[in-house]
């Protein structure tokens, strides 16, 4: 036999015997107990505990909000896209609450030609005059002018409710928050005529435009009749 036959023969089987010992030594002792992968990857796999719980596991402490949330326009946006993998919580810690809603709510609400016509959309630069989001928006159920709700029902409740929705701007009881004006105690005809005027578009103002063509006239007189009574809180 020619010397260069042997040798190819010699290399053959050396190349043969190196990958029946690779295949002895390096492979994983469970491979293809049930087929063609590492059985132990099965139990390894189901080991580590889920990351993402889903709104369920919230729902147990945070019934409120999960009531909020599952009656609004936010309930296919599940409690971890914004708050982050529950994990191990509250074991592990409190989750993000979000800050600067402005960045996260664009991702969704920014307008873009892309985007279903169906998603309500913004122009950044010329929406509320950069405020927060959550300014008039509950960012559980984000709709304004939808059901007025507390945190325990989804039950409508009227002028308490409707308070509520200025109390980021003009303060709980109307005495203002920072740049904001005081309501408290002006009066209700003058009250009553604004929200008409915010309403109508006579007078501008990009957050309270869209909260007053929320309103009913019922609402703004309610509004106005209850800002008014709280005259005696303005003096003290």
């Known amino acids: 036999m020619p010397k260069h ?5 010699l290399l053959l089987v050396a190349f043969f015997a190196s990958a029946v010992g690779a295949r002895y030594y390096l492979k994983a002792p469970s491979f293809y107990e049930y087929g063609h992968y590492r059985a132990n990857s099965v139990t390894e796999i189901a080991a580590p505990q889920p990351r993402y719980r889903g709104p369920g596991y919230c729902q147990t402490c945070h019934a409120d909000r999960h009531t ?18 529950a994990k191990e919580h509250p074991q592990s810690g409190k989750l993000v609450i979000p800050t600067d809603t402005v960045r996260l709510c664009t991702l969704c609400h920014e307008a873009m030609p892309g985007r279903p016509a169906a998603q309500p959309q913004i122009e950044v630069a010329q929406h509320a005059g950069g405020q927060q989001c959550v300014t008039c928006h509950n960012p559980h159920s984000p709709k304004i002018g939808g059901p007025a709700t507390t945190k325990a029902s989804a039950a409508p409740v009227g002028t308490q409710a409707l308070s509520a929705r200025c109390a980021g701007c003009h303060g709980a009881d109307g005495l203002g928050v920072g ?10 005809d003058y009250l009553a005529k604004a929200l008409q005027d915010y309403k109508s578009g006579a007078r501008a103002n990009p957050m309270m435009n869209t909260i007053a063509k929320s309103l009913s006239d019922q609402d703004i007189g309610d509004l106005a009749a209850h800002y008014a009574s709280l005259k005696g809180k303005a003096t003290q």
């Open 5 to 9: 036959g042997v040798r190819l023969i």
């Open 68 to 85: 909020e949330w599952s009656a609004g326009v936010h309930k296919v946006v599940k409690c971890e896209v914004c708050h982050g993998a």
């Open 179 to 188: 740049t904001f004006p005081a309501l408290a105690g002006k009066d209700a």
